[in-house]
């Protein structure tokens, strides 16, 4: 287990007036979250805070923060689980500093990430959000995901959120607290897709770049629902009916492609069960497309969705995250 030493001196007493809060959910991670914690607290700066918002664990994670000793450490615990994305609004809201960081309980951030972030947002005034690259990890190596050198702006930025062409994962977000709070927060409605359906809404009215960086690092835990193939089709469902885009035709086949792989993944990988039960949520979704022409949609989808990604980013299509 990491073992959490504070890095700051004794004699500081006094913060300074916070430039950046790091936000963590945190719901059943009493294992991975010391870990995680360490990774921010290892910078020694007084000009950040750290907020933990327990959703409801039971598993000691309320007396593990209870004992945690760092005056930067602000922590809160919601009786009853209410979902990661009402944690990450309440985190928000606790918090102070002008630019938020969002971490999930099982990840961490590479050292040099906060000194990073806050020059760049100091020395970019314009930008309102960035998403950057990140090392996945799991039992089976270290896989690298990198960001386009450049992020279109608009419409063009949304068309590759839409269709899947960006890695993306939470805890690579970070936000000017006034760009979050102008477009309401996470949508604590939905379980996937939280990032993705949170860029979409500050793409239409801020501008959104692409770090440089791959200094996080996303830990694929056994209870990650980003791993997770059960209830893959009632996320997608949920988040299309968010996004009135995805009824133009020019988005059918990609909704084909994004539909169908949900369950061909659970299938090639053996979970002939979930796949099923993936195939009964489908017949039940309102917003995902159906009938015979979904196959060939699917391959259509597949062809469109790389074509744009060489078209649009520059450099080789960027690979894509679990979801």
């Not at 500081?12 to 607290?41: K, Y």
């Not at 608009?154 to 006034?178: K, M, Y």
């Not at 830990?219 to 893959?232: D, E, F, V």
């Amino acid at each position: 287990m990491t073992v959490l030493t504070k890095t700051l001196p004794e004699q500081a007493n006094v913060l300074d007036t916070p430039r950046l809060a790091v936000v963590v959910p945190a719901r059943n991670r009493r294992e991975s979250l010391p870990r995680t914690l360490a990774s921010i607290f290892c910078a020694s700066r007084t000009d950040i805070e750290v907020v933990v918002i327990d959703d409801g664990s039971a598993d000691g994670t309320e007396s593990f923060l209870a004992s945690f000793d760092d005056p930067r450490l602000k922590w809160r615990r919601l009786p009853m689980p209410a979902g990661a994305n009402m944690a990450r609004n309440e985190g928000a809201a606790l918090s102070h500093a002008p630019l938020i960081a969002f971490l999930d309980s099982d990840d961490a951030f590479r050292p040099g990430r906060i000194d990073r972030l806050i020059t760049f947002f100091e020395e970019n005034p314009e930008i309102a959000c960035t998403i950057d690259g990140f090392s996945d990890i799991s039992p089976s190596g270290e896989r690298v995901h990198r960001l386009p050198r450049i992020a279109p702006d608009g419409e063009a930025l949304r068309q590759l959120l839409l269709c899947h062409c960006i890695p993306l994962t939470n805890s690579t977000v970070t936000v000017r607290r006034a760009a979050f709070e102008a477009v309401g927060g996470y949508d604590p409605d939905l379980r996937r897709h939280q990032d993705r359906e949170l860029l979409l809404r500050l793409a239409l009215h801020h501008r959104i770049a692409f770090g440089t960086a791959t200094d996080v690092l996303k830990y694929r835990s056994a209870n990650s629902i980003s791993r997770t193939h059960a209830g893959y089709i009632k996320g997608l469902d949920d988040f299309v009916s968010r996004c009135p885009d995805y009824r133009s035709a020019g988005y059918g086949s990609i909704l084909s492609y994004l539909t169908v792989r949900g369950a061909l993944k659970a299938v090639a990988q053996g979970h002939f069960g979930v796949a099923l039960d993936e195939l009964k949520a489908w017949r039940r979704a309102d917003n995902l497309p159906g009938g015979l022409h979904v196959l060939p949609g699917y391959f259509m989808g597949r062809r469109k969705r790389r074509l744009l990604a060489r078209q649009s980013l520059d450099q080789l299509p960027a690979t894509t995250s679990a979801e």
